[in-house]
């Protein structure tokens, strides 16, 4: 059996990763290590064929030992600890979550359903990085994958709406803390007329924005009944970093010879763990409706093509039905007035599922 070290499996992606290991049974195939720093040494929890001892994660030759590392860890960790592990020659495949090697030449961003082949034939090749993409990339490629697989994009804009969970466990918290420090001002108590009652708790409920209270440490400013329309760094060119990421990676997981260009506005809401987009889709030539919806639906198992009606869009396009699940609802799709070679599209994902376990775990399967 391969010997499979895990490292950040206590954090918010790799907690998702063992429940998805767990659920599919990952465990009884491999023998697993857990690392951690501050748990080194203590008894490891209870997975088939897990080490019973905790190793330590900036044990190089702990780690070296293994066939086949995942890390969790984040980047700061794989900035310091990969480099090592490759100059004293360690052969193993490592499988990472986090950005830093994305763009290396030498690794693959790694999403089965759109680029199994490249992921194959980077294994035969003997290829040794492999890293999950940006969420919001992977649920893209995830919702219309079909329609680059056709050749079908000319361009694209993406407009996201990322969820808490996103910018890390902290953030989550605080979204709710930031929602519970609403709730304590509200009271039924205001005036009877829904108008002056509705003003009355805009009033109260904005007011709160400047209190010194207001939990606002992680994000650094309201997001609950607000929205920040910026996700990551400012590139040079006034891009935030993960707007630069669509078509980056996008590109590098589709193994494009010309680049499709893929450009939008990323913005933070108040979801808990589902990412949404809103597509403009230029199309290289017009295909009537019902072509792209099948190439749509289509291109993988998981996704579910909601039909462009009211209700069962506001149903099923939501992160109230995707959270939790492996659904990749798409729907709103409808040409646009723009012109018949248009397109408009919605999508959402998990962004801690196939926006970043999922795909970690699947490559996984395909380098054992
Ligand atoms: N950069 C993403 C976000 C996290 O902030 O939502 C997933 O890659």
Redesign the pocket.
Known sequence: MHKVGIIGWRGMVGSVLMERMQEEGDFNKIKSYLFSGGLKGEKAPDYTNCHETILNSDNLEELMDMDILISCQGGDYTKKIHPQLRAQNWQGIWIDAA?ALRMDEKAIIVLDPVNKNQIEQGLNRGVKDFVGG???VSLMLMGLGGLFKEGLVEWMTSMTY??A???GARNMIELLEQMQFFSQKYSSQLTANAATTALEYEKLMTGSFNDSQFPKEQFGHPLALSLLPW??VKMENGQSK?EWKAQNEANKILGTNKTIPIDGTCV?VAALRC?SQAFTIKLKKSVDIKTIESLIAEANPWVELVPNERDITCQKLTPAYTTGTMKIPVGRVRKMTLGDDYLNAFSIGD?LLW??AEPLRRTLQMVL
Do not use: F, Y
């Open positions: 950005s940006n969420c919001t990322q969820a969970s996103g910018a996700i990551d993960e933070r990412h962004q926006g970043a």
